[in-house]
């Protein structure tokens, strides 16, 4: 009877440990009752029949398909080796494992055969600068795809496009001649740039000491001209009350001059200033001589004009 007893707790135990089973939070799990799809469990504590009902788990989290490495023939007739991985989510767990064999040999497949299509269709140097509209199509057409197998790609990405070693080498020389070329032509700018910045600098620097030379010459000449206008309109008057007024005649009439004129017409109106030119002569004349009956008389040595 023990033996009996411990048998049938044995047998228990081991029918117990095959019907209950924990489902983790990122899986879904599908119950199948003799060989037919009986219903989807979530996450948790699920009780199956044993020896009848069988459960698959499917995993819902974000996957990665990594797709190995082919050589591609481009428009041009160049041969790429590309490699890409693709991104791919679960919505439908019933549909990924009734629809599809291996949902990750099929990705891979059709991943590689629709990249040699897109690159197919590009040329060598599209190709490697179109890689995020390559990276679109190849998610949209690999998108409505795998549609129908119950999964979502939610984005893919080139790895590599690598071009032959001999087409490597020469579009480094290209990228070296082309760089080279852009920076003699930025040099060239530059000393043009400088050339004209000091052409600029000295042609203002030119006009500023003529705008210089301008003003002080303007600054005389109105000087002058007020001096000029002055003893102008004394004579004219006939009223030369000052003898600076004569004076500034005498100075005038002596640029005028320039030794060399040796005569000098002058106007009807000058009368009243050569009298006072007179007076100035007679009161030089007594100062030089000094006191009437005392001392030496000076008589200044007479200076020639030439001309």
């Known amino acids: 009877m023990v033996g009996l007893f411990i048998i049938a707790g044995v047998l228990i ?16 799990a599908l119950i199948e009752r003799l060989g037919r799809y009986q219903r989807t469990a979530g996450s948790g504590l699920t009780i199956v029949i044993p020896f009848m009902e069988r459960m698959i788990k499917v995993d819902m989290r974000e996957q990665v398909v990594d ?43 059709l991943a590689q055969t629709n990249l040699r299509n897109l ?14 509209i390559i990276n679109t199509k190849l998610r949209e057409i690999l998108d409505d795809a795998t549609d129908k ?17 001999d087409v490597t080498e020469a579009m480094h020389r290209q990228m ?23 052409a600029e600098g ?35 008057e006939g009223r030369p009350t000052n003898d600076l007024i004569a004076i500034k005649y005498l100075q005038a009439l002596e640029k005028i001059a320039d030794g060399k004129a040796t005569k000098v017409f002058l106007p009807l109106e000058t009368s009243g200033v050569l009298g006072s030119i007179a007076g100035i002569g007679e009161l030089l004349k007594e100062k030089i001589a000094g006191p009437p009956g005392g001392g030496q008389t000076y008589a200044p040595p ?4 030439s001309g």
């Open 202 to 236: 000295d042609a203002e620097a030119i006009r500023k000491v003529a705008e210089a030379e301008k003003f002080r010459k303007l600054t005389v000449a109105q000087g002058e001209g007020e001096a000029i206008q002055t003893v102008y309109n004394a004579i004219h």
């Open 119 to 132: 690159i197919g269709d590009l040329a060598l140097d599209e190709s490697l600068t179109s890689r995020e």
């Open 13 to 28: 135990l081991i029918i117990a440990a095959r019907a209950i089973k924990i489902v983790r939070p990122w899986q879904k």
């Open 302 to 305: 007479s200076e020639e004009r």
């Open 176 to 198: 070296k001649a082309e760089r080279d070329r852009r920076a003699m032509i930025l040099e060239a700018e530059g000393h043009k740039q400088s050339v004209i910045l000091k």
């Open 67 to 109: 797709v190995p490495p082919q050589g591609v023939i481009t428009k041009d007739n160049v041969v790429v080796e590309v490699d890409a991985v693709v991104y791919f989510e679960v919505t439908d767990p019933v549909k990924v494992t009734y629809n599809v064999a291996s949902f990750y040999i099929a990705a891979t497949k």
């Open 149 to 165: 197998w119950g999964t979502k790609v939610t984005r893919v990405e080139l790895q590599r496009i690598e071009p032959p070693a």
